[in-house]
């Protein structure tokens, strides 16, 4: 399931991406417009991206019951964490 979500978010973030002309900045993030990040493109230039947002409920898998204030943990494609998230 994590290996599954993660390649749906790297899809979702190469699908989304500018022309990747490289003319943004991923380490002081400039470059892009309003609301975007420059990222790093593998095998290209840096490109920016409007942010992805996953929405969701952690459960328990037995009960089914819903887990407030659980961690939610985004991995980039290297299988590093990319962020942290707590669920309401």
Excluded: H, K
């Amino acid at each position: 399931m994590t290996r599954t979500l993660a390649c749906a978010f790297a899809t979702v973030l190469l699908a989304c991406g500018s022309s990747g002309d490289g003319s943004c900045d991923p380490s002081a993030q400039t470059g892009c417009g309003a609301g975007l990040a420059c990222e790093l493109v593998q095998g290209s230039s840096p490109a920016c991206f409007a942010p992805v947002l996953v929405r969701g409920t952690v459960a328990d898998i037995v009960t089914a019951a819903l887990l407030n204030g659980a961690r939610v943990v985004a991995l980039d494609a290297t299988g590093l964490r990319s962020r942290r998230f707590r669920s309401r």
